[in-house]
């Protein structure tokens, strides 16, 4: 089942045509991989696909709890609609534990108001208690929890690329998407987030879309991969055809990237 539909989708800044007439289906529980050379349209995209960009035209539609189409995409309602990303750039609050990063994630769940919260009710420590499980299920599950009181800012950057995707998965998505999650990991570390993401999509029973320029971890993982070039949509299909199509080796992986794989 197709969970996410992308239709005719376009966005242009000024002159420069980002992405171009995109047209994909991102299927249910899936591993759905967005690769393409520097530039082709790739965080657009993706920025199209959590409401911080509107599209010039075309449209996203989710087939969540409810059908929810572009213009009703804002980058504050994602999480409630049950899609959450991570960024290229990591975001974390430097200052603030790991586990109190994650633990914001997590907040978009909360089901009792700012009064339970002020007035101490039972509602207040029965969420707060849930917050406390899933949070340290997580740092768990990435091996952060001995890490849970040091301050972001210490951790290694692989490290905090896997507090940012457990701080996703505290909001409870359904749809993960993971805009370059290799990025700036050591070969160990790479091959340790591949299993961790092939682990937690089916554990949560989750729908991943990522970006990545790390060609282990795209092969590895995706079930399906979409190939980018200047905003155009220039391949599609499994690692496989990927690899031995073209115009995909022309733009982008190069004849010593076949050679190897
Ligand atoms: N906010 C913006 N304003 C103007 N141009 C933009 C903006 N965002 C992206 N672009 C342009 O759109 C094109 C696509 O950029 P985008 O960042 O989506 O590519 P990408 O595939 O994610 O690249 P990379 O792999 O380097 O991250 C580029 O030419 C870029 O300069």
Redesign the pocket.
Known sequence: MELVKVKELSKD??G?K??QDINIGIEEHEITGII??????????F?LLTGI?TPSSGEITYHLNNKVSSRHLKPQKMAKYGVARTF?NIRLFKEMTVFDNVLIGYHCNMTYGILPSILRLPSFFKGEKAANEKVTELLKIFNLYDKKDEKAKNLSYGDQRKVEIARALAANPRVLLLD?PAAGMNPNETNELTKLIQWVKDYFQLTVVL?E?DMSLVMKLCDKIFV?DY?HLIAEGTPAEVQNNERVIKAYLGGDYVAQA
């Open positions: 800044f000024g420069v980002a992405v393409g050379p520097n530039g082709a349209g790739k965080t657009t995209f920025n960009y290229q370059e970006i320029h980018f905003g």
